[in-house]
């Protein structure tokens, strides 16, 4: 098993542009969490899916975010535009009924 | 007020020391609670979960859960460098299987254990 799969590692970008996270959930896992680090705040929930569909999107911080999820195997994440105050390492997670959570190694997002 | 508190420390021990790691929450409706480690540049990975209140063992580690003080630690006995990390408590309310994943943590503790 690969395990929950992220891309990219890092993101270095500009204010103002549009960034894309992308994540590949344990196959046969049907929640798909996504989870916001910082130093501030700690991990924070954004957004979790269950057999696709968005259960609760209450920790989206704005509509500037948005999380998509097309299938049982990819998800995204999007920030249009970003700001600087969006760095962080976002984490994706998954895991199926009674299983506990898996984490992804995460995307490390800079925006300058 | 967070809803999870957590020292972020840092800790620093030596080698073999027992090391005891705690969180304090809120929320009376949390029933699982949980200790992540996290290495650095990776994600949170599982060590340890127990439902509503008492010990749990599993090796070196100790979790325990005081409900009615709203208190969880975790003990590491005989700790090494490789124990070297951050170490994050979550929990969740026992409100049905999708609460399992909406977790709250703590901010994290980070530990050292140097030789």
């Known amino acids: 098993d690969a395990g929950v799969i992220q891309s990219p590692r890092h993101e270095v970008t500009e204010m103002g542009q549009e960034v894309t996270l992308r994540c590949k959930p344990i196959s046969g896992h049907d929640y798909l969490f996504w989870y916001r680090q910082t130093m501030m705040r700690g991990l924070e929930l954004l957004i979790y899916?269950?057999?696709?569909?968005?259960?609760?999107d209450s920790g989206m911080p704005e509509d500037r975010f948005s999380a998509k999820m097309p299938n049982a195997s990819f998800s995204t994440l999007k920030i249009q535009p970003s700001e600087p105050r969006d760095s962080a390492v976002y984490f994706c997670a998954s895991r199926s009924q009674g299983s506990p959570l898996h984490f992804g190694n995460g995307t490390r997002l800079t925006v300058t | 007020q967070k809803e999870v508190e957590q020292d972020p420390g840092p800790l620093s021990v030596p080698e073999g020391a027992i090391v005891s790691l705690n969180c304090t929450y809120s929320?009376?409706?949390?029933?699982?609670f949980m200790w992540y480690r996290q290495y650095s540049r990776k994600g949170p990975e599982l060590l340890m979960y127990?439902?509503?209140?008492g010990n749990k063992e599993d090796g070196r580690f100790t979790a325990q859960v005081d409900k009615s003080s709203k208190y969880i630690s975790l003990f590491i006995r005989d700790s090494q460098p490789s124990d070297s990390a951050t170490y994050l408590c979550?929990?969740?309310?026992?409100?049905?299987?999708?609460?399992?994943?909406?977790?709250?943590f703590g901010q994290g503790t980070i530990l050292t254990v140097h030789p």
């Open positions: 929320n009376s409706a949390f029933q699982y």
């Open positions: 899916f269950n057999n696709n569909v968005p259960i609760d």
């Open positions: 979550a929990m969740s309310p026992n409100a049905g299987g999708t609460s399992y994943g909406k977790l709250t």
């Open positions: 127990t439902y509503s209140s």
